[in-house]
């Protein structure tokens, strides 16, 4: 039991930093939270005077303000010189400097450190990237329609004035769906599996201890995703599931990017619950957020609704997905994204051909006269 308490009470992921001890923490940490100018510094500058006057010790930190790195972000800032990789990099180093060098130093002394920031920043984070990356595909193909119908899978665009929607529009009634449910649900999947990670009660590796591990648990992520997005895709399929959740998603007779992720909670519930497997299979964190955001931006390509995309140097970028798009149309054939033929194994493929046609009408015929 002792040995089971010792494990339960660990804070750090993996080996924590060098040189840090926790030890006992009589302070306390308060976040104030909010997206750029809603006045997060100006509650924070009336806090701590009001604070000091009522006798606490205060420290304040928040994002890139350690010193070691907040003038290398800023200047890398200034020169959009980062890429994901290098900025995630140097706000983890950031954190890791304000976190033994002010944090937990401050929190020891029976400091109230208050934190500019803290989870739902996630939250943000995720709805701005998703606002930009889905946001790109509905400017240049249907706000700007820089190419017309050219490639697109119909001539019609996307519904308006049309009460099936809510608000009677269909970008806005998909965007709703988007923001309303599918990011709260991903960021919640988020957070909690990266705290039971931080708090080792579920089992975690680092890239020292097992790189091999590493590298193949992330090459095979996108076809375990597409392994659990076929068979959650048949559950929801299944008629009272289809009548009371998956049809909010298939009012989308006719997708556009946003209708990627326009689902009812419980099918984004659904959708996202994929990343469960990091709480049984030993992960990394990047591989649960790589999982997530696999899942989060793919449904805009999915769902585009043209075969190719053209670039502005005249290049052309294919972005087919028009096996989901005869899903959206017949409903019951191209329940998979094609990375693993599940669909073909299944008998449930169309290609969009005449005998395609023909073979979906037999299995109808059939399935009336049984």
């Known amino acids: 039991m002792a040995a089971a308490a010792a494990k339960r009470s660990k804070t750090w992921y993996g080996h924590g930093l060098p040189y840090v001890t926790m030890g006992n923490l009589p302070g306390h940490l308060i976040v104030i939270e909010g997206t750029d100018g809603v006045g997060r510094s100006t509650q924070i500058e009336r806090l701590s005077p009001w604070l000091e006057l009522e006798g606490w010790a205060v420290s304040n930190t928040g994002w890139t303000r350690s010193p070691l790195l907040s003038e290398t972000i800023n200047e890398a800032k200034a020169g959009h010189e980062l890429t994901t990789t290098t900025m995630s990099l140097l706000y983890a180093a950031d ?83 988007t923001f309303a449910s599918a990011v709260p649900v991903w960021t919640a999947f988020e957070v909690v599996t990266l705290w039971l990670m931080a708090n080792q009660y579920i089992p975690t590796i680092t890239f020292e201890s097992n790189p091999v591990w590493f590298v193949v648990l992330m090459l095979l992520i996108p076809l375990f995703r597409e392994v659990h997005f076929y068979l959650v895709h048949r559950l929801i399929h299944w008629p009272p599931l289809y009548r009371a959740v998956h049809s909010l998603h298939h009012k989308n007779a006719n997708p556009g990017p946003w209708s990627g992720l326009a689902m009812h909670p419980v099918e984004h519930v659904l959708y996202f619950s994929g990343v469960l497997v990091h709480w049984i299979v030993p992960s990394h964190p990047l591989h649960v957020i790589f999982h997530l955001q696999h899942l989060a931006y793919a449904p805009a390509q999915g769902h585009n609704g043209f075969d190719k995309v053209k670039l502005r140097n005249g290049a052309e970028m294919s972005v087919e997905h028009y096996t989901h798009y005869l899903h959206h149309k017949y409903f019951e054939v191209n329940y998979g994204d094609g990375l693993v033929p599940l669909d073909k194994l299944f008998g449930t493929f169309h290609d969009g051909t005449p005998e395609a046609d023909e073979a979906l009408k037999r299995r109808r015929r059939s399935r009336v006269a049984s």
């Open 95 to 177: 954190f890791a400097d304000r976190m033994e060098h002010q944090i937990i130093p401050a929190l020891k002394a029976g400091f109230i450190v208050i934190a500019d920031r803290y989870m739902y920043t996630v939250f943000a984070r995720n709805a701005v990237m998703l606002f930009l990356f889905v946001g790109a595909f509905h400017f240049a193909l249907y706000v700007k329609q820089r190419q017309g119908t050219r490639y697109k899978h119909t001539n019609r665009w996307q519904a308006r004035d049309n009460p099936v929607f809510l608000f009677r529009n269909q970008v806005l009634d998909n965007m709703f769906w």
